[in-house]
């Protein structure tokens, strides 16, 4: 009977043993199957990468047409230079795994906002440099590549898990949704985000473009030599004066921001040239001028002559500047935020021009 109980107990601790055995060997093989893969995303290999990696989960698809397969490789060899992981746990049942890995990618948060950013502010430049070529999509992915070559990111780390099933013997990973989008940080999930930038963000990206144009720029974008139908080297001077004011007297100051769902106003004290000032300048000038002896002997031709030399003056030696808070509404049209321009935004930032040159005896 003694014999008999010993001989079961051999047979179950046998089959425990095979069982186990069994098991960590699944296991094993599990864990190999999803190191594997992982590993070649932390190669430098950008090959290697890209036969592991589908950068649909990465890059738009407009933009994946865009662009070669070098720049690709180029970008997905940045994007994972950092990158990293560590398997928490593995679950085995017959043909089917569950592995919960903890990965560690670069914030492509971060990235997102500063790609978006940096795609807008571009948009704004060529608007008003007539000059350069049209914005193209490419020139996002050049965007992109600078910021990862040139900004040293964070990482952020999180928690997923990795499917697996078993085929004929070996184990595949089972690619969804989920998972791709992991192994990119969630970066086209951001990129994608309607408020990736907020309200405030946008104001401050046009703003910024603003404040790193030229006084050429400005006086293209602004239609500063059009104001008059007459054209003349009088009336391109003017312009110039102008421009160069607004360059060197534009700043602002955001105050803060109200979202309602998709309308929202961000309010900002803008500082600018104080056109009021031009004006009572110029009026105080040619009062005191037109009590002089000289301005009864030169004639109407004469007396307007003066007029438009005190004018340009008055403009160029302007020192003052004049700030005022104004509310700079905006909709978000299902892709980002946009603002809405107005004659109170326009005549906060670049003054009342056309208001001043009515007040004046220059046209």
């Not at 094993?28 to 893969?37: E, M, S």
């Not at 950092?82 to 679950?91: A, N, Q, V």
């Not at 990736?196 to 050429?216: G, Q, R, T």
């Not at 110029?282 to 005190?310: C, F, H, M, N, P």
Request: one cysteine or more; a neutral charge; aromatic letters at 8%.
């Amino acid at each position: 009977m003694k014999k008999t109980f010993y001989l079961l107990c051999i047979l179950l601790a046998l089959s425990l043993l095979f069982f186990f055995g069994c098991s960590i060997k699944e296991k094993q093989a599990v864990k190999k199957t999803v190191t594997d893969k992982f590993e070649q995303l932390k190669s430098s290999d950008s090959t290697a990468i890209q036969d592991h990696m589908d950068t649909k989960d990465l890059l738009p698809e407009s933009l994946r047409k865009e662009i070669s397969t070098q720049d690709v490789a180029d970008i997905l060899s940045l994007f994972y230079q950092d990158f990293s992981y560590k398997i928490k746990d593995t679950s085995v049942r017959k043909d089917s795994a569950t592995v919960t890995v903890k990965l560690r990618t670069i914030d492509a948060k971060a990235l997102a906002k500063d790609l978006s950013k940096a795609a807008l502010s571009k948009r704004i430049h060529h608007h008003i440099d007539d000059s350069l070529e049209d914005f193209h999509l490419n020139d996002s992915y050049l965007i992109l590549k600078e910021l990862m070559q040139n900004k040293q990111y964070d990482t952020t780390a999180f928690t997923t898990k990795v499917m697996l099933e078993k085929k004929e013997k070996n184990w595949q990973i089972i690619h969804t949704s989920e998972l791709d989008s992991a192994l990119t940080g969630h970066f086209l999930v951001y990129t994608s985000n309607p408020n990736v930038l907020s309200p405030e963000e946008i104001v401050e990206v046009h703003f910024d473009a603003m404040k790193n144009c030229s006084a050429e720029q400005l006086k293209t974008y602004l239609n500063l030599d059009q104001f008059s139908d007459t054209v003349s080297e009088y009336h391109e001077k003017v312009a110039d004066a102008l421009a160069k004011q607004i360059k060197n007297s534009f700043d602002y100051k955001l105050i803060g921001q109200k979202i309602q769902e998709n309308n929202a106003s961000v309010q900002v004290c803008v500082t600018s040239i104080d056109f009021q000032n031009i004006l009572n300048s110029y009026k105080k000038k040619v009062s005191k001028w037109l009590k002089t002896s000289e301005a009864l002997s030169v004639g109407a031709t004469g007396r307007r002559e003066k007029e438009k030399e005190l004018f340009l003056s008055c403009i160029q030696k302007n020192k003052k500047n004049a700030s005022r808070e104004i509310s700079i509404p905006l909709t978000n049209d299902g892709f980002n935020w946009k603002i809405q321009m107005d004659s109170s935004i326009t005549e906060a930032i670049f003054g009342d021009i056309s208001n001043l040159l009515s007040m004046t005896s220059y046209e």
